[in-house]
C-alpha cells in the first residue's frame, strides 16, 4: 500500500522555503495586492498547517472516499459531492467524520501527497473547483459553527472523534482558500464575511470565536485556528505575503 507523505515531500529536493514575491499589477476585478500562489507556496502552506500526526487521516480519507462512492454507486463528483455535502448537516459524528473524510481525499486531489508538485496541485485545483461549484464552503462553515457550539457533556462522542472532525473541517476549509486564488469577480473573498452558520456567522467570526475557545477546549487545533484566521484576514485586508511571512533583512555590508 502507498504510504501517505507530507505535502512537501510532492517537491523536488532542490526546492527551498517559499520567498513571498512582491504582487504584481492586477486587473481592476482584483484587490491592489492580489497575488496566485506558486505550486510550491501552496503545498508548503498546506504543510505547515498539517500536525505531523495527521498523515494517518490520509489513508482514512482514502478508505472513505471508496466506501461512500461504492454506496452511492458511483465516483463522478459531481453526483458525489452535493449528498456528501448534505448529509454534513444532519448526520451523527460517525457519518460527518466519515464524510469529511471523503471530502478531504477530493480536496487532496485524490492522492496521498506522493505525486510530483505540478501534477498534485494541479489536481487539487481542479478538485477545488468542482467543490467550490457545489457551495462546499458555505456548508463548511455551518459545520464548524455546529461544531463549535457543540455541548459534549450532554451527548458524549467517542475518544478523538471530535479533535478529528475540527481538524478535517478545518483542512478542508484551507484548501477552498489556498485556491482562491482565482476568485476572478471576488465573490469568494465577500463571501469570508458573510453569515453562513445556523445564526448567521461569518467565517471569520467563527474563527475569532474558536481562538477564544482554545483557552479552555483542548479539542479544538490552536495552530490551525490561527493560520486560517491570518490567511482569512490576508484575504479580506488585501495584506500582501510578505506581510505575513516576512523575509529577514539582509545582513549590512561592511563599509570599507
Known amino acids: 500500500m502507498t504510504t501517505p507523505a507530507s505535502p512537501r515531500a510532492a517537491l523536488p529536493p532542490s526546492a527551498g522555503p517559499p520567498h513571498p514575491a512582491p504582487a504584481a499589477a492586477s ?42 462512492s461504492s454506496s452511492l454507486g458511483t465516483d463522478d463528483f459531481d ?5 456528501c455535502l448534505e448529509v454534513l448537516e444532519f448526520s451523527n459524528h460517525f457519518i460527518r467524520n466519515d464524510t469529511l473524510l471523503c471530502l478531504l481525499h477530493i480536496s487532496l486531489g485524490c492522492s496521498f ?22 457551495d462546499s464552503m458555505p456548508m463548511f462553515i455551518r ?4 461544531l463549535l457550539n ?18 478535517l473541517i478545518f483542512n478542508c476549509i484551507y484548501i477552498q482558500l489556498l485556491f482562491s ?23 471569520v467570526s467563527l474563527l475569532f470565536e474558536a481562538t477564544k475557545m482554545c483557552a479552555d477546549n483542548d479539542k479544538i487545533p490552536i495552530k490551525k485556528v490561527v493560520l486560517l484566521l491570518l490567511r482569512v484576514l490576508q484575504r479580506l485586508l488585501d495584506v500582501p505575503d510578505c506581510v505575513l ?3 529577514p533583512n539582509p545582513e549590512p555590508t561592511s563599509q570599507g
Not at 40 to 48: A, G, H, K, T
Not at 150 to 167: T, W
Open 27 to 68: 486587473p481592476e476585478t482584483r484587490p491592489a495586492r492580489w497575488r496566485a500562489l506558486t505550486d510550491e507556496e501552496v503545498l508548503y502552506y498546506f504543510d505547515e498547517f498539517l500536525y505531523h500526526g495527521e498523515l494517518r487521516d490520509f489513508v482514512k480519507a482514502q478508505h472513505s472516499f471508496e466506501r461512500i
Open 79 to 83: 453526483a458525489l459531492i452535493p449528498p
Open 113 to 134: 501527497c506522493d505525486v510530483p508538485s505540478d501534477a498534485l496541485v494541479k489536481t487539487m485545483r481542479h478538485h477545488a473547483s468542482i467543490l467550490a461549484k457545489h
Open 143 to 146: 459545520s464548524l459553527d455546529f
Open 150 to 167: 457543540y455541548n459534549a457533556e450532554s451527548a458524549p462522542v467517542e475518544e478523538g472523534m471530535l479533535e478529528r472532525e475540527f481538524r
Open 181 to 203: 486564488d482565482r476568485d476572478e469577480d471576488g465573490g469568494f473573498i465577500r463571501s469570508l464575511e458573510l453569515g453562513q452558520g445556523r445564526l448567521g456567522a461569518s467565517l
Open 245 to 247: 511571512y516576512p523575509m
